[in-house]
């Protein structure tokens, strides 16, 4: 060592030693606070001594200080291991499970600490040994790490979130300085030799993790912690431990094959290393690996195989975020998939008319065209019973099942495994086919139970999805057939129109003003019928906004047209230019439909009027008439509602539609009448606002021009 690494290294573990000794003694003032509490002084005293004596080794040099640097590295890691056992102990001395698996630990630690005292204890015997105790010391110290990983992760994922807050900083500080020591130790490994720039700042890096553990005892107080060791926490906690062990002898193999190797020894162990990363990696991204693996853990280190809240979860996450009926299939076919590790599957969902099943999704799986009749073998069986079908088992012990047939293409799906029924209220929607798992699974009745109970919600989620997507459809059809309603009203009053011109045109065939006045209709009416064919192809809604309405001339227009067929319409309007807010055909086939309506209920020789006048906030219309008049109860009941009506022929929609539109735009429609008296109508029509106007005018204008 240098002169200036060798004052790092000093400063370095004289920092480390320092933090750690002060944070031991005000641990040591609350000795009695538990007994967690002073396993924690016992690792802070001990990470105290280990960095004095790096320090003493980098100021004199002497091998007894390196010694007792190394054995306190040790001993301080022992410290660590069972502190963390301690935090993962559960509350409950009932949890049989949890007792077992730190037993499991205490063992290992004991047997770590014990072949790390062993190898240290051989160091000064090396030149009579058959083997490099440095190198087992090297690669008891990379377990060391591998195993305070390991017990790092469980703590953090096995933690309840409520106290997770707590242990999150001692967990950060740890791991991180695990990792380091991780990579020190695999670098000597593998290449013979210590890192010496890392090993003069590995006491800088553990000095840091004090503040941490500081910050977690402020928290945590009494370091009681709950715990509840969960699969997936102990799925990875197996694969951190299979690849540290992997690494562990991939180290010993690649320095073996540089020792044996001669000149070629380092080109050999550059090659092993690469093979031996992609394998990992291989292995590490292959889901029959992973399947494997969690079945063994599920298998041999659990009462029940399933974490029950995490595949809930997860489950009805799946299904709760689809938008589409097109891709649920899919998904619900994954969710069901993934609890028996199987790679493939399809969904056969009963059609819309009832009568038969047929595939709805499929994922991983050949499209089929094959359908499945309500009344088979089958279907029978799977709504009769609902009954989670093991293919392997119906071939292997046909008796039972008994009265199940299978049809004939279902022995034609690749790897066919499983059946899933998928019930919904009192009767099946369908059913989920699933292929051969990724690795072997024994189908017992946990695994039957969560299916069955998977299969019911899934088939209630179909279900819902099918009553919406019925009711978007029933919804749309209401929207056309209402629409259509009032096409066909408005082209019964453009007969009645054409009917009452021919019925007229005989017997004023000669008269010039006849003729003028029915070629009008007519252009009026093809023009009327081709906004109604326009309005059918693109929805209700006018293409156009609201814009405004000169209300004088549509009135004028509407009284013009009566006369021609023979009908007074008295009209009294106010000076000036009243616009309001509409659309120009709509607003004019409102007013005159209720003046229209006012002619029908009035006998030649009565009265019908139209009234124009300014309010502050609105134009209004009046259409009153000296007809027959109306019920209150039909006009609070039944005027403008569709379909309702007092003419013979009437159909009910041009009332209704007049309210609905009048409403649309911001208005109002008031009726006052009494039976045998007469009826008054008042449009309440908002004035159009100063800038609509002006474009309206402008418009007006160009057209003219």
């Known amino acids: ?37 002073r396993y ?65 630990f205490r063992t290992t630690a004991v047997a770590l600490l014990a072949v790390g005292l062993l190898a240290q204890f051989l160091i000064p015997l090396a030149p009579s040994l058959p083997f490099s105790p440095h190198r087992l010391v090297l690669l008891i110290s990379l377990g060391t790490t591998v195993f305070a990983l390991l017990l790092v992760e469980q703590l953090f994922r096995n933690a309840v979130p409520d106290s ?33 720039d890392a090993f003069a700042i590995r006491g800088f890096v553990h000095a840091l993790v004090v503040p941490l ?32 062990i992997y690494l562990l ?17 380092r080109a050999f162990q550059l090659a092993l290393l690469f093979a031996s990363l992609l394998l990992l990696g291989i292995l590490a991204l292959s889901a029959s690996v992973r399947a494997r693996l ?38 619900v076919i994954k969710g069901l998939a993934e609890m028996v590790e199987s790679p493939a599957g399809a969904l056969w969902l009963k059609d819309p008319s009832g009568r038969f099943h047929a595939q709805a999704a499929a994922w991983n799986m050949p499209p089929a065209m094959d359908t499945e009749e309500v009344t088979s073998s ?26 199940l047939h299978l049809p004939e293409w279902l022995s034609r799906i690749p790897n066919a495994w499983l059946l899933v029924p998928l019930a919904s209220g009192d009767g099946m929607i369908g059913f989920v086919i699933l292929a051969t798992a990724r690795t072997q699974l024994d189908i017992n009745w946990e695994v039957i139970d969560l299916l069955k109970t998977a299969g019911r919600q899934a088939g209630a989620f179909l279900g819902q999805m099918q009553a919406t997507e019925a009711l978007l459809e029933a919804r749309k059809f209401d929207a056309f057939n209402r629409m259509s309603a009032f096409v066909v009203h408005d082209l019964k009053n453009i007969v009645a129109q054409l009917s009452l011109m021919l019925k007229n045109a005989e017997r004023h065939r000669d008269n010039p003003e006849f003729q003028k006045d029915m070629l009008m209709t007519v252009e009026h009416s093809v023009d009327r019928m081709r906004q109604l064919m326009m309005q059918l192809r693109e929805g209700a809604t006018p293409i156009e906004g609201p814009r405004g309405v000169d209300l004088g001339d549509a009135i004028r227009r509407i009284q013009s047209a009566r006369a021609g067929q023979g009908r007074v319409v008295e009209t009294r309007l106010c000076d000036g230019k009243v616009v309001a807010k509409g659309h120009e055909d709509r607003v004019e086939r409102v007013i005159g439909h209720v003046v229209q309506n006012a002619l029908d209920a009035t006998e030649h020789g009565g009265r019908v009027w139209v009234s124009l006048q300014r309010q502050p906030e609105f134009a209004v219309v009046e259409v009153g008439d000296t007809g027959h008049g109306m019920s209150p109860e039909f006009i609070r009941e039944r005027l403008f509602k569709p379909f309702q009506t007092t003419k013979a022929s009437g159909m009910g929609i041009g009332a209704y539609e007049s309210f609905q539109y009048i409403q649309e735009i911001g208005g109002k429609v008031t009726v006052e009448s009494e039976v045998d008296a007469g009826t008054r109508v008042t449009l309440w029509l908002p004035y159009v606002d100063k800038g609509t106007e002006m474009n309206s005018d402008a418009r007006s204008e160009g057209e003219r021009q």
């Open 294 to 331: 969690r079945v063994f853990i599920g298998k041999h280190f659990f009462r029940y195989r399933y974490d029950y809240r995490d595949e809930w979860l997860r489950f009805t996450s799946v299904l709760s975020s689809q938008d589409e009926f097109s891709t649920m299939g899919e998904h």
């Open 40 to 104: 924690l002084c016992v690792a802070m005293l001990l990470s105290a001594l280990w960095g004095i004596a790096g320090m003493a080794y980098a100021l004199t040099g002497l091998s007894v200080f390196l010694a007792g640097n190394l054995l306190g590295d040790l001993l301080r890691f022992g410290a660590w291991y069972f502190f963390l056992i301690i935090l993962l102990g559960p509350e409950s001395p009932d949890d049989r499970e949890m007792a077992r698996r730190l037993r499991l």
């Open 249 to 265: 002898f991939v180290a010993a193999a690649g320095y073996y094959v540089r020792y044996f190797g001669g000149e070629w020894g």
């Open 164 to 196: 997770r807050w707590n242990i999150k900083p001692l967990c950060i500080g740890l791991g991180g300085a695990v990792l380091f020591d991780l990579y020190l130790y695999s670098d000597a490994l593998l290449f013979n030799r210590i890192d010496a």
């Open 1 to 37: 060592m240098d002169a200036s690494r060798e004052l790092i290294t000093a400063w370095s573990y004289g920092l480390a030693g320092g933090v750690y000794g002060v944070f031991a003694l005000y641990l040591a003032a609350g000795w009695q606070a538990g007994r967690r509490r």
């Open 213 to 244: 553990v500081v910050l977690s005892t402020l928290r945590s107080h009494d370091w009681k912690n709950r715990v509840v060791l969960s699969q997936r926490a102990a799925l990875q906690s197996a694969s951190l431990v299979a690849v540290g």
């Open 378 to 403: 089958l279907t029978t069986f799977l709504s009769e019973r609902n009954w989670v079908i093991d293919l392997e088992e119906y071939r292997a012990q046909p008796g039972r099942y008994a009265g």
